[in-house]
């Protein structure tokens, strides 16, 4: 099954973009967890645009967890969604756990009978897990209420519930249809600062304990990093964002060009968001 981050840039893929740009590196089917990292308010649409693309062009169960109730839609998404069947739409659970023992509940609770009908979920989204771990105050007043010596502890309890609630979702996937591809995971993590790491495709995590036990757990890191205004201004848009990623979960591959500053795998795209908000995506 394609990556589903690829499949979003893909789909969201600039209209300037060549078709030889769209040939990029499969993810390893044994590795299906990534993690955004960066701007809070990017990663959400990114999960949303996730979220959406899995339901109406691969046709899966999506359950999206976040303590921020939905109120709207991304530009682009609404723009798309006249054309998306609302049985698509019905594939998509929001749930709006508030605290981390909330969300711990709730992943646990996908492996109920009750939740594998009438099919598993093939996709779990976790939108903020900062506001899930930090301390009263550290992330507007997070109600989980863990200092900074437990985040750790709790980001690796709450990673290793979900790549195992993923590899029984699998199980009950292939025990249903062996063709069917794995249930995957993708979460958002803004570490404190919003700093969301070093280019090219490698954010360090030496400074932040929590990014670093999240690492071990998420097999591809999805960095967000806002490009400078000029680059915008030049070029008559509201917003330009480098994404990188990278991690043990991208497949061994050569670059079409030159990739000797990235690790191997590695991917390059640029987000251009012009003022009406709309989202296109172009594979560097």
Known sequence: MTDILTLVFRTFTSQTAG??????????PATCSALLVGDAGLSRSVLLLAAVTAASEMGVRVVFFTQTRIQSLPPCLQKRVPSVS???LKKIQFCYPRTMEELLQQVAGLHEPTNTCPAPPSLIVVDGLEGYLCG????????????????????????????????FLTRA???RSPSSGPCRVVASFQPPGGDGGR??????????????VLDRYFRVRCTLDRAGSYEAAAAGLHEVWNIYLSGTGLAE???AKDCEDRP?????????????????????
Do not use: N, Y
Request: aromatic share 6%; charged share 15%; with cysteine.
């Open 136 to 167: 009263p105050g550290e992330c507007g007043g997070g109600l989980s209420g863990f200092h900074l010596g437990e985040q750790p502890v709790q980001a690796a309890h709450l990673s290793a519930l979900l790549c195992d609630s993923a590899a």
């Open 19 to 28: 078709s030889e740009e769209l040939t990029v590196p499969p993810t390893s």
């Open 86 to 88: 609302p049985e698509s």
């Open 173 to 175: 996937l292939r025990s």
């Open 253 to 255: 591959a050569s670059c």
């Open 199 to 212: 280019a090219p495709g490698e954010a360090s995590s030496a400074a932040d304990p929590t990014l670093q």
């Open 264 to 284: 191997a795998g590695a991917q390059e795209w640029k987000l251009f968001i012009p003022p009406d908000g709309f989202m296109e995506f172009k594979l560097v």
